[in-house]
């Protein structure tokens, strides 16, 4: 196959926005479209390498298979090595079991698979996984495996054929894709079937370029470089991908792989030195960045700046030239490594780091080296409610008022409703109230902004759920008391993981008020109705997930402080200072008040951990809040 310098360029144009996306520059918001480009890229140059084998009879599984492994895996093993250390030394005992069970997905191909089962690709947690990218490689490895024996099967059809079978399979996988983001947006992202019709456009444009060459257009490849760019400029973690929306991207690509002649502007532009020796480590600088960004953003107590995230950045390009010369270049030398050294060393790239990741799981992250004894036993204190798999809604087990859960026996007399803060409260509510023989009906949604008779853009299932559930409570005559609680300050400005006093902008003034007003008609339509309401504010939030600040510290009294109060005073003032547009009849318990003491706010008191993760409480710390609530029911 004729060397191609724009494909080096194109792989320039695809990696350097993919990594200054995932450092977060607001610029490059649509970066995640690189991996898009790499896709393209990748039909384009196996299918060529297949037809040319193919028509000259030459074709061998085998040494398919033995290039790609000299390809992908020894950088590949090389990276996930390095991690283990970082790994060890950074990570808590349940990050280091999703990195262990990453380590087993990797090197089975099919990480695209475990990341789809545990978070959405744009979720703050998902930042602090070190293998994450890795599930783009997956789905390259499953089409490496599949397509050679697709066109092995059909080529006896004739190649025009073959083509048009290829074309519908990649117009079937498009419309699979514009059905799964409205219906399993998270499996539309990670999954191979509805991102098969990328690499399927790069096939069906190898099988152009070898019918009819290269054409010379430069409006047709200008057009294809720019709708790219717009591409990463324009869309965002909220632009529903892949769908239709990604048309632009991969037909950009395709535009550039048949019009980008040599002697066109947009060839020359991507055939500059700098752009394809960027283009030549692509690889390499895309497997090194995410290790670096997610190490970081676990070892720092608040979010990286910029400047550090644009250093790391350049560190992973100079880390990609070391392993593009030192790895990935020596590997492709038939001359240093023979076909029987790479059959042989390919078991050991995958052998090795599957069985780490066995052990790993095994022993829950390695819970007993990482942590001592006084800090396992915080740990064990800082559990969630048992009834959270099977009574919280979300738009993923959408159920209302009639399906909810409810504790335990007696007459139904109190619900209890919000959003994912609510479930450990109702759970822990309900523990207190069974003396008193009054069942209590339990109602959560996730992610879900409070709102009763207006619809929040963006949050059209949350917004029905709470106008039916508000509804049915007011109209059910035996509840008496109506407890609240909501993690407001989300609500109000985005962001899950915001450090004071750089708040995020997510969220306008205009948004903040309205969203705002919502949450009082919601508390006012229960008052108005004669419902004894007791209105929980958000508990403090912690900087990070209590496992961190159990590991960071040696635990010794059982106290174990979360945040300054100070801070915490701050980061809730728009709510503070709004508390008098809440009808006085209706009664607020503060955790705050619980939780903190003059100077600063707990995680943990003794022995006994206040929270689960970062902001949910507990069992434990929701009991304290519990006891309150009773306290002002007595009231």
């Known amino acids: 196959m004729k060397y191609r310098a724009e494909i080096d360029g194109l792989r320039a144009l695809a990696v350097v926005p993919v990594i200054l996306f995932h450092a977060g520059f607001d610029l490059f918001s649509g970066g995640f479209v690189g991996v898009d480009v790499f896709f393209v890229i990748s039909g384009y140059l196996i299918t060529t390498l297949l037809i040319s084998d193919i028509e000259k009879n030459k074709f061998s599984l085998i040494n398919f298979y033995e290039r790609r492994a000299r390809r992908i895996l020894p950088a590949l093993f090389f990276v996930m090595l390095a991690c283990v250390p970082f790994a060890w030394f950074l990570m808590v005992p349940s990050q280091m079991e999703d990195f262990s069970q990453s380590l087993i997905a990797v090197s089975l ?51 025009n054929r073959v083509f048009w079978l290829i074309a519908f399979l990649s117009l079937a996988s498009l419309a699979l894709s514009e059905w799964s983001w409205r219906n399993s947006p998270v499996a539309n992202f990670y999954l191979a079937p509805t991102r098969v019709w990328e690499l399927l456009a790069g096939s069906m444009s190898a099988f152009i370029v070898q019918k009819a060459g290269i054409n010379k257009n430069n409006t047709l490849s200008l057009i294809g470089l720019f709708a790219i760019l717009l591409t990463i400029f324009l869309y965002d973690k909220n632009t529903p991908f892949p769908s239709l929306y990604a048309l632009p991207t991969v037909v950009g690509v395709v535009l550039i792989i048949l019009f980008a002649d040599k002697h066109t502007a947009v060839a020359k532009l991507l055939s500059t030195r700098v752009i394809v020796g960027i283009g030549l480590i692509s690889y390499s600088a895309y497997l090194w960045h995410q290790p670096l960004f997610a190490f970081a953003r676990i070892h720092a107590q608040e979010s990286p700046s910029p400047t550090y995230m644009l250093i790391l950045s350049a560190v992973s390009m100079g880390l990609a030239v070391l392993s593009w010369k030192f790895i990935e270049t020596p590997f492709r030398d038939r001359a240093l490594v023979s076909k029987k050294m790479v059959l042989y060393i390919t078991p050991v790239f995958l052998f090795f780091p599957l069985s780490l990741g066995l052990v790993g799981h095994a022993n829950n992250g390695f819970e007993g080296s990482l942590l001592n004894a006084n800090q396992r036993g915080l740990l064990d204190t800082a559990i969630n409610s048992p009834k959270r798999d099977d009574c919280h809604a979300s738009k993923r087990d959408y159920f209302g008022y009639d399906d909810a859960c409810e504790y335990f026996e007696g007459e139904l007399k109190v619900a209890v409703f919000g959003d994912s803060h609510t479930v450990e409260l109702a759970y822990a509510l309900a523990k207190e109230l069974a003396p008193t023989q009054q069942r209590l009906k339990h109602l959560s949604f996730s992610n879900c902004i409070p709102s009763y008779g207006i619809l929040i853009e963006g949050y059209d299932d949350c917004s029905n759920w709470t106008n039916d559930v508000i509804s049915r409570v007011i109209n059910e005559g035996s509840i008496e008391t109506v407890v609240v609680s909501y993690r407001i300050n989300e609500a109000l400005f985005g962001g899950h993981e915001a450090t004071f006093p750089t708040l995020p902008s997510n969220r306008s003034k205009q948004e903040r008020e309205k969203i705002w007003r919502a949450y009082v008609d919601v508390l006012n339509a229960l008052d108005e109705n004669g419902k004894n309401v007791i209105l929980v504010m958000q508990a403090p939030e912690l900087k990070e997930p209590i496992e961190r600040l159990i590991k960071r510290d040696q635990v010794s009294n059982g106290d174990l402080s979360g945040i300054s109060k100070e801070w915490w005073l701050n980061r809730n003032q728009f709510v503070r200072t709004r508390i008098s547009d809440i009808p006085k009849s209706i009664a607020i318990v503060d955790p705050t008040q619980l939780f903190c003491d003059e100077t600063q706010c707990f995680a943990a008191k003794n022995g006994v951990a206040y929270y689960f993760d970062d902001d949910h409480m507990s069992i434990a710390g929701a009991t304290v809040v519990a006891k309150r609530v009773v306290e002002k029911m007595g009231d």
């Not at 890795?134 to 059909?154: D, N």
């Open 109 to 159: 191909f099919a990480s695209n698979f475990l990341f789809w089962s545990e978070s959405d690709y744009f979720a703050p947690a998902a930042e602090e996984k070190p293998l994450l990218h890795t599930w783009s490689l997956a789905v390259e490895e499953q089409y490496y495996f599949l397509f050679p024996i697709f066109l092995l099967l059909t080529w006896r059809y004739g190649k």
